[in-house]
Antibody, heavy 121, light 108 residues
Framework: EVQLVQSGAEVKKPGESLRISCKGS????????ISWVRQMPGKGLEWMGR????????NYSPSFQGHVTISADKSISTAYLQWSSLKASDTAMYYC??????????????WGQGTLVTVSS | DIQMTQSPSSLSASVGDRVTITCQAS??????LNWYQQKPGKAPKLLIY???NLETGVPSRFSGSGSGTDFTFTISSLQPEDIATYYC??????????FGQGTKLEIK
């Protein structure tokens, strides 16, 4: 079974750093992109960026460029999303999702179960 | 940037009703349009890819159509388990992906 399993919920204070993870299984991890998607409380889905685990090449949405870092360790089939200094506005559910490398057929499937990040003083 | 406008933002319908959601792109995106279902407290799930292709295992009461700038998502006979928020998503200008704002579907 193809699946993405994310790390557990986090509660942090403003200014703290954080890294959350997404582990793929049941497929060739380096043959697909991994994207990260934010969902703020009661809001819609926002694409943040993606990584090609084969070479760690990344693309970011302009809205998130410079605010987060996406990385991957292909040896353990895991992608990461990290913040160096969290803000209260980073409070959200974060999903990872797999997409293909073709530009002609490109969708998110499957998705991880989500990681809830709460930033509060 | 390509903007995706979904309507309505919320919808109340009865079991057995035909439900239609529309998604309009700000420019021609060919058929590079996917639909997802997100049930409360759950991760999104792919239902329709490339505008009209039903993902394996998804009930046939779900369908999608359209190309260019105008797209439609339809549930032919609403079931109680279809209560969810539905999102369209374009991928015409990779690497950027854009989601519609979502349609929250409730049972009347």
């Amino acid at each position: 079974e193809v699946q993405l399993v994310q790390s557990g919920a986090e509660v942090k204070k403003p200014g703290e750093s954080l890294r959350i993870s997404c582990k793929g299984s049941g497929y060739s991890f380096t043959s697909y992109w991994i994207s990260w998607v934010r969902q703020m409380p009661g809001k819609g889905l926002e694409w943040m960026g993606r990584i090609d685990p084969s070479d760690s090449y990344t693309n970011y949405s302009p809205s998130f460029q410079g605010h987060v870092t996406i990385s991957a360790d292909k040896s353990i089939s895991t992608a990461y999303l990290q913040w160096s200094s969290l803000k209260a506005s980073d409070t959200a559910m974060y999903y990872c999702a797999r997409s293909g490398k073709s530009s002609l057929s490109n969708w998110f499937d499957p998705w991880g179960q989500g990681t809830l990040v709460t930033v509060s003083s | 940037d390509i903007q995706m406008t979904q309507s309505p933002s919320s919808l109340s319908a009865s079991v057995g009703d035909r439900v239609t959601i529309t998604c309009q792109a700000s420019q021609d995106i060919s058929n590079y349009l996917n639909w997802y279902q997100q049930k409360p407290g759950k991760a999104p799930k792919l239902l329709i890819y490339d505008a009209s292709n039903l993902e394996t295992g998804v009930p046939s009461r779900f369908s999608g159509s359209g190309s260019g700038t105008d797209f439609t998502f339809t549930i032919s006979s609403l079931q109680p388990e279809d209560i969810a928020t539905y999102y369209c998503q374009q991928y015409d200008n990779l690497p950027m992906y854009t989601f519609g704002q979502g349609t929250k579907l409730e049972i009347k």
